[in-house]
């Protein structure tokens, strides 16, 4: 019987896989709500999902929804179920405004995800191409960015969610637009994201993928998924990125 590989056997085996990763990589994109920041970390996304529905309730419209898309922690999942009844109305338009102004507010109270800043500023600096492929607004993502001073490491490459829903991920137009915003070589792209709709996308859309789990449930959500490839920490990326690892 093989015995059970130890722990530094395992670091070391992580460690070369995502070094081989990185050396092959030269444009990155970032998924925004996850790996560069918890945007909802003081302004709760909970919150936000139940104001929608009680914004929803006010006008009449609660058999809209189903009992579990009124009980949905996430507004985006709000969004999405509205949009799949009422696709392109101005009910849909208008909660996706709102759902902007909500994001917008939360900027100011996001928190940025440990070594995010250092990370993207190293990669730009070692002359990787990045962007932002998100379903989040991208007026609150390019707000974030500047509050950061990470503007210059992405301008102009931030693609984010528009009023064409049924294009949020898994769908990959965000990525695929940045792709071919950028003239990327997708054998040397990566997709950064914390969600298994960030796999699909870059699935789909043929990108390396590296995912980031703040928590094991993150994990094994991207894990069931089918991501070979999963970190709990940007740290170690840091590290081989700087010759540190």
């Known amino acids: 019987m093989t015995p ?3 722990q ?3 670091m070391a085996e992580e460690t070369e896989k995502l070094r081989e990763l990185i050396e092959r990589t030269r444009y990155v994109l970032f998924d925004f709500d996850g790996p560069i920041c918890r945007l909802f970390a003081g302004h709760s996304a909970e919150w936000i999902a139940g104001d929608q529905v009680r914004w929803l309730e006010e006008r009449g419209l609660r058999d809209l929804l189903s009992k579990e898309e009124r009980e ?9 179920a509205v949009h799949r009844r009422e696709p392109g109305s101005a009910l849909v338009s208008e909660l996706e405004e709102r759902l902007t102004q909500q994001e917008l507010k939360a900027v100011a109270s996001a928190w940025p995800t440990q070594y995010a800043d250092p990370l993207i500023m190293t990669w ?3 002359g990787a191409r990045l962007a932002v492929t998100t379903n989040n607004s991208p007026l609150a993502v390019t707000g974030y960015l500047e509050s950061r001073g990470l503007s210059n490491c992405f301008a102009p490459h931030v693609y984010g969610r528009t009023r064409d829903l049924h294009l949020l ?21 990566l997709m950064i994201g914390d969600a298994p709709t960030d796999l699909a996308a870059a699935e789909e ?3 390396d993928f590296l995912g980031y789990a703040r928590n094991e449930r993150k ?6 998924a089918g991501a070979t490839c999963v970190v709990d920490s940007l740290e170690p ?3 081989v990125l700087r010759g540190q690892a």
């Open 8 to 10: 530094p056997e395992r």
């Open 219 to 224: 994990a094994k959500l991207l894990k069931d």
């Open 72 to 80: 949905q922690p996430d507004p985006h999942a709000v969004l999405r």
């Open 4 to 6: 059970d590989t130890t």
């Open 169 to 189: 991920k898994p769908h990959p137009h965000c990525l695929d637009l940045a792709l071919d915003e950028m003239g990327a070589d997708r054998s040397t792209a």
């Open 124 to 126: 730009h600096a070692m």
């Open 237 to 239: 990326l840091l590290k």
């Open 205 to 207: 859309a043929g990108v």
